[in-house]
């Protein structure tokens, strides 16, 4: 066994999940499937925690790397938090707060004032605007919230502007 499987033995799963998700990227950049499976891994090995009694408000994100929002996300689904969206969230940090909905679906709301921004992705490898849905951002956000958002406009051709509490409910 290497050093990665001695290492996985001994983390918290959390830690391992995350590792798994890291190990997937670094092996084949572009292997949705290879990517797709080790995150499904990572959430099958990050059982339940116990859950704490507080609430973390969401404020505005500017959105950025979906992989760096997925890796979050598994780790405020862990964390037994109930989750406020009080500002705009873009991009990845969009569809980061959607996913969530779909697995904690009364841990998250949001304010009036929050509004969800989509648009399609940018391949930073390729330099080029992705101009179809890939297999990981259907996984991601669903199929379901796909259809409620319709068509989406390319990267740097303005947002599909939607709001938050449509798709996460209104804070009480």
């Not at 930073?124 to 406009?153: C, H, M, Q």
Request: glycine share 8%; hydrophobic share 40%.
């Amino acid at each position: 066994m290497g050093r990665f499987g001695e290492w996985a033995r001994r983390a918290k799963p959390w830690e391992a999940s995350l590792a798994t998700i890291r190990l997937a990227m670094q092996m084949q950049k572009r292997s949705y499937p290879m990517l797709l499976a080790a995150t499904l891994l990572a959430v099958a090995a990050s059982g339940p925690r116990a859950a704490q009694a507080t609430t973390a408000n969401i404020g505005w994100r500017p959105g950025g790397d979906l992989y760096t929002y997925i890796a979050e996300a598994f780790d405020m689904l862990n964390s037994g938090k109930s989750y406020r969206v009080t500002g705009d969230q873009y991009s990845a940090a969009a569809m980061q707060v959607v996913y969530l909905e779909n697995h904690m679906p009364r841990r998250i709301c949001a304010t009036r004032n929050a509004r969800l921004n989509f648009h399609l992705g940018y391949d930073k490898e390729t330099r080029s605007k992705i101009k179809k849905l890939d297999p990981v951002w259907v996984a991601f956000i669903g199929r379901n919230n796909l259809r409620r958002l319709g068509k989406l406009p390319e990267y740097r051709k303005g947002f599909k502007t939607v709001r938050a509490s449509d798709y996460l409910g209104l804070c009480k």
